[in-house]
Every structure is written in C-alpha cells, then in structure tokens.
C-alpha cells in the first residue's frame, strides 16, 4: 500500500512537472487596434471588445505550479488599443459569487481582496516593468518594477501613480471589469514598431491561488524574465 501511494505521488508531481515545462515557452498576444468608441463601466459590453485580443488559459504558480484554472472559476481577458491608449478587459469567472474576497483598502492596498492585473515590460530589457491592478471593488493600484542590487526578481515601487480608468461589475458568474491606461501613464521607446513583455495575473484570496497569462515558476530567479 505504501509503494502504491509513493508511486501514486511521483506521478502526480512528475504530471504537474510535464503540465508546466510544456507552457514554459513564452506566449504572444498580437496587438489589436480599435477605432471604436468604449465606455469603461466593466461590462464589456460595447463592441470594440469583438477587435481585441483574447488572453485566457491561465496557469497556476501557488500553490499549485503548473496547475490550469478550472472551468467555471477561470479568466478571460482581452487587450486592444487606439490613439489614445491601451484597454484592459475580462471577466473573472467564479462558481460561488460568495467566495469573491473584497474590502476597502484604499488606493495601492490590495490588502485581502481578490485582483487582476497586467504587466507591462515596455522596453522588454527584462529589468523594469508597469503593474496596473483592480480589485472587485473596482480599487486600482499600480507600482514601477525596478532592478534591486539586494534581489534578482527586483522591486516594486508603489509611491509611483499613474492615472488611467476603471471599473468592476460583481454578477452572478463572478466579477467583470474594464481599465484603460492612456499612454501618459505608461513610459515606452520611440520605436515605431513595439515589442513588450506582458504578463497578467489574478489571486484568488479564498483559495490562496495565483494564476498567470504567461505561465512562471516561482522558483525561478525573476518575474519579468518569464513574461510573454
């Protein structure tokens, strides 16, 4: 019985191992242009959403590493942008509109809510990074990743504010939400043609689960060195 179990166990982290080195390999997401209007009041509802483009199957990184978001509590987001900047959207999805862990904690205190958010690695040197999170109450808060001689994975800087839009609808299949960053709140090159690292992650603070676009491993030295 306790050989069965041992093997048992070795399978299942040797299946977990296989599920993660097969979602290492960076993803892309194609920049999607809109010319239509959008109106950021979390119900993507409007439909310049049909441009954008989709970022789903997230991965998990804890507890669980590698693990994929269940359906029915799963992520679906979309990106797009125009002249005036980039816009963020999705739903997160949850069996148990219960389990949504929100509270107020002001402006750059995630405290013990639920959120979503993306990173941006605008020059794409690996080293220095946008974040811009919501939570469902539709509380923002953003920090500047810079390098930190003291720590490889770097620093992040919540004394830094940008001002950009959102907003958050909570329905019965979980919470929706829309943010738009103009781009005076994101620093990038002159480069005509951009290439970012991107990542988007979401918590679950019920269930104490992270989840990522890109998948990441946090045993691994660096979080913009794993974005796609």
Known sequence: MKKLLLLTLMHLCIGFSLTFAQTTTPRSLE?????KPVIIDGK????????????????????????????GNHTESYLMYDD?????????????????????????????NDYIGLI????????????YFVTPLGEQWDAKMTPNQNDNNG????????VWKSAVVI????????????YSAIRFSKDKV?????????RRRKTEQQYTWNAINPNVNGFLTQEG
């Not at 963020?88 to 405290?111: H, M, P, Q, W, Y």
């Not at 941006?120 to 974040?131: A, M, V």
Request: charged letters at 30%; proline letters at 2%; aromatic letters at 16%.
């Open 194 to 202: 951009q290439n970012w690292g991107l990542n988007i992650t979401r």
């Open 31 to 35: 920049a999607k242009r809109t010319n």
């Open 44 to 71: 993507l509802n409007d439909l310049a959403w049909q441009d954008a483009a989709k970022a789903d199957d997230y991965t998990e990184f804890r507890p669980v590493i590698g693990r994929k978001e269940e359906k």
């Open 84 to 112: 005036a900047g980039i816009y963020f959207g999705g739903t997160c999805f949850e069996r148990n509109v219960d389990s949504i862990a929100k509270e107020l904690a002001g402006r750059d205190g995630f405290g013990m």
């Open 155 to 162: 620093g992040e800087d919540f004394s830094w504010n940008a």
């Open 171 to 182: 329905h019965d299949k979980g919470w929706s939400f829309e943010m738009f960053l103009p």
């Open 120 to 131: 941006f690695d605008t020059y794409n040197d690996k080293l220095n990074g946008f974040e």
